[in-house]
């Protein structure tokens, strides 16, 4: 079955330096989407791909789609206190299977 | 909008009981699923729904069932409780797949002892 892979595991920055986490995998995903968690709390969306190269920016957050359509990323330029938490990538063909996440803890 | 509601927030089990986690969304969302959350496992799917009427099973179903009656209702039952069902249960919504992103309930959290 569809299997998604997020690496690293884990990321610890000082406050100020970028951040990237990595999604691949195995089969070639309709659409992947993107969610972070805040400890303690719930998932929530932050962005949805579809088209095979696709780029998109959400002020800092730059979302990227990978040309074959199974692997995507996300950066942060210049991570700030506010950016902590747990950032999933979801892979969706007809239903979504995630990836076990990055945590990113950001020392001020 | 209320959005995604679960109920109950926290629940304590012993082993063998059954009981019925609720969740409920006001958006008129086809798409429902549940999601189970354990430390360094990320978020595994249990069962899932593309409409009323409609459901399948995720990578995680033994032990759990479903059933969707409505649109808005999508509970998930737990048969005979055991202690590797001690997690966080989310509930999710949304438009069918590739029209926008899920929406998560707060969660559920249940320890079964």
């Known amino acids: 079955g569809q299997q998604v892979m997020q690496i690293p595991q884990y990321q610890h920055v000082q406050e100020g330096e970028d951040f990237t986490t990595y999604c691949n995998s195995s089969?070639?995903?309709?659409?992947i989407q993107w969610y972070k968690q805040r400890p303690g709390g719930h998932p929530v969306f932050l962005i949805q791909l579809v088209k095979s190269g696709e780029v998109k920016k959400q002020k800092r957050l730059t979302f990227q789609f990978g040309e074959a359509k199974k692997n995507s990323s996300l950066h942060i330029t210049a991570t700030q206190t506010t950016d902590v938490g747990t950032y999933f990538c979801?892979?969706?063909?007809?239903?979504?299977?995630f990836g076990k996440g990055t945590l990113l803890t950001v020392n001020p | 909008n209320a959005g995604v509601t679960q109920t109950p927030k926290f629940q304590v089990l012993k082993t063998g009981q059954s009981m019925t986690l609720q969740c409920a969304q006001d958006m008129n969302h086809e798409y429902m699923s549940w999601y189970r959350q354990d430390p360094g496992m990320g978020l595994r799917l249990i069962h899932y729904s593309v409409g009323a009427g409609i459901t399948d099973q995720g990578e995680v179903p033994n032990g759990y069932n479903v059933s969707r009656s409505t649109t808005e209702d999508f509970p998930l039952r737990l048969l005979s409780a055991a202690p590797s069902q001690t997690s966080v249960y989310f509930c999710?919504?949304?438009?069918?797949?590739?029209?926008?992103?899920?929406?998560f309930g707060s969660g559920t959290r249940l320890t079964v002892v």
């Open positions: 979801g892979g969706s063909n007809y239903k979504l299977t």
């Open positions: 089969t070639t995903l309709s659409n």
């Open positions: 999710a919504s949304s438009r069918p797949a590739g029209t926008g992103g899920y929406t």
